[in-house]
């Protein structure tokens, strides 16, 4: 069971509209409205990192990769 907390936030009036009228519309509470996009925009920040971190790993192994590669050219003789 997810463990909730009351918490007291002021917010434009357009939003607040908002959030009732998707409220209204999707048959949900506002609180529930909040929580949905506060948890959309997690996990949007989550894959954002992610990728950030994919691409950190790909640009290390691409480094590595070259030296391996250097280093093979000066231990393994070439064939002829």
Do not use: F, N
């Amino acid at each position: 069971m997810t463990r909730t907390a009351k918490l007291t936030v002021s917010l434009p009036r357009e939003l607040i509209s908002l959030a009732d009228r998707i409220a209204r519309e999707k048959k949900i509470s506002r609180s529930k409205v909040v929580s949905a996009c506060l948890q959309d925009l997690a996990e949007k920040q989550r894959v954002a990192e992610m990728a950030e971190g994919y691409k950190a790993m790909a640009k290390e192994q691409k480094h590595l990769a070259a030296v391996a590669s250097k280093m093979e050219h000066e231990v393994v003789p070439e064939w002829k």
